[in-house]
């Protein structure tokens, strides 16, 4: 049980928007942070800033030990086999584009084929997409049903031996579609290729064991999970790693540097070139000690309660239209919908008015929303901070909506 007294862990969610009460329904895009985490960060440039790696003085030993302590808690956090299997990066976006780049250029070859699905973010497409035109490759995508699963019956036949990867997300930052990366890891497995999971919107939110998925290379950002901006990890298996070349060339990655060549160190280390982002990775750790404090099974079954509760509601303001699976089971809290008449900046516009944050556009997947024939959404999307109260301010600002700009025949109408 997540009790409504978490709300009070979060400083910005103590403010009024538009003198109402804030509510904060777009943590798809970005968590907010607890008072613990924006402590650990303050400690972290009072008490011990230092860069890592490098000193042999005691604040350095330090930065380094909590920047190294980051790194176990973040593997143990997705069960990861071994700490040098988590790659510090910027986010998810630059751990995928770290994989196309390097284990990309080295094991894409013209006629390969690349598998995404319909449902990815850009940034699950664009950096294959790049390699792609690079390698002389293809990209393939597995459409989504009417309901917003994908169309596994497709999956047979666009698996074949030329493909090489299939990147997917395990759970949509659209339609709240939690995807069956098991069962897809497995024929990917059997079809020869490699199975590349976008945990985005998935890590922050259910517990998430990349042994149990049996994938081989995870993507997942800090700032969604109630840590801070600019740190994420990319999770590869060792060997994997080990044999892919590096991905920035800079200090701190390199054994030796000769003027015409240089030898790098092993993995983790080979693909964090340069001073990393030492203050938001250690302060990650804290995120994952607040969030593991509920339990992700906890977290997952709040928003699971929530999400149920939020669809109900919704369904009953006349003009709106959900989109995504119905069944709480296989999706999240990120719900996106549109008002009849209204367009999704104008619904999110008046929201605001109310106190109430969410997001309108195409949230990064253009190709999705192309699929359900829109060009935009509005999305409202759950955390552990959301209460029903949070869904009740939305629908009533949902009829608010509705008054303004759906014309009475049509509302009579539908
Ligand atoms: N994939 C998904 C499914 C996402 O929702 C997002 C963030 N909106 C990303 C990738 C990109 O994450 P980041 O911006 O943290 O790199």
């Given at each position: 049980?997540?009790?409504?007294?978490?709300?009070?862990?979060?400083?910005?969610?103590?403010?009024?928007?538009?003198?109402?009460?804030?509510?904060?329904?777009?943590?798809?895009?970005t968590s907010q942070k607890p008072r613990i985490v924006l402590e650990a960060l303050t400690r972290y440039y009072e008490e011990y800033n230092a860069n890592v790696h490098r000193g042999i003085y005691f604040l350095a030993e330090k930065a380094t030990q909590a920047y190294e302590d980051a790194r176990v808690r973040v593997a143990r956090f997705i069960?990861?086999?071994?700490?040098?299997?988590?790659?510090?990066?910027?986010?998810?976006?630059?751990?995928?584009n770290l994989v196309a780049y390097t284990w990309g250029r080295a094991n894409i070859r013209a006629g390969d084929e690349i598998l995404l699905?319909?449902?990815?973010?850009?940034?699950?497409?664009?950096?294959?997409?790049?390699?792609?035109?690079?390698?002389?490759?293809?990209?393939?995508?597995?459409?989504?049903?009417?309901?917003?699963?994908?169309?596994?019956?497709?999956?047979?036949?666009l698996l074949t031996e030329r493909t090489k990867l299939v990147a997917l997300t395990h759970q949509s930052n659209v339609l709240g579609t939690i995807t069956p990366v098991e069962e897809i890891t497995r024929r990917a497995h059997a079809a020869g290729a490699l199975v590349l999971v976008d945990g985005a919107q998935s890590v922050p939110h259910m517990p998430v064991d990349v042994q149990a998925l049996g994938c081989d290379f995870l993507a997942f950002s800090a700032h969604k999970m109630c840590g801070p901006t600019g740190a994420g990890a990319l999770w590869a298996r060792y060997d994997l790693l080990d044999a892919m070349p590096p991905f920035h060339g800079g200090g701190e990655m390199i054994m030796l540097v000769q003027l015409d060549s240089s030898t790098y160190k092993d993995p983790p280390y080979k693909f964090e070139a340069g001073t990393p982002n030492i203050a938001d990775c250690i302060v990650w750790a804290t995120a994952i000690d607040y969030l593991e404090g509920f339990g992700l099974a906890a977290i997952r079954e709040h928003e699971r309660q929530l999400t149920r509760y939020a669809l109900a509601q919704l369904r009953e303001v006349r003009g709106v239209r959900v989109y995504g699976p119905e069944d709480v089971e296989q999706r999240g809290g990120a719900i996106a919908f549109d008002v009849q008449g209204a367009h999704p900046h104008d619904v999110a516009q008046v929201l605001d008015q109310e106190g109430i944050a969410v997001r309108a556009g195409h949230h990064c997947a253009q190709p999705l929303h192309r699929r359900l024939g829109l060009s935009a959404s509005t999305r409202a999307s759950l955390y552990l901070y959301n209460t029903p109260g949070d869904i009740d301010t939305l629908t009533r600002g949902l009829e608010v909506v509705r008054r303004l700009f759906t014309p009475r025949t049509a509302v009579r109408d539908r």
């Open positions: 049980m997540i009790p409504e007294r978490v709300r009070e862990d979060f400083p910005i969610l103590q403010q009024r928007m538009h003198d109402k009460p804030l509510v904060y329904l777009d943590s798809a895009a069960n990861a086999p071994r700490p040098e299997e988590i790659v510090f990066t910027r986010g998810t976006t630059e751990a995928i699905t319909e449902m990815e973010h850009h940034s699950n497409i664009v950096p294959w997409q790049l390699l792609a035109a690079e390698q002389g490759a293809r990209l393939r995508y597995l459409p989504f049903d009417g309901a917003g699963r994908l169309a596994l019956e497709e999956l047979d036949t």
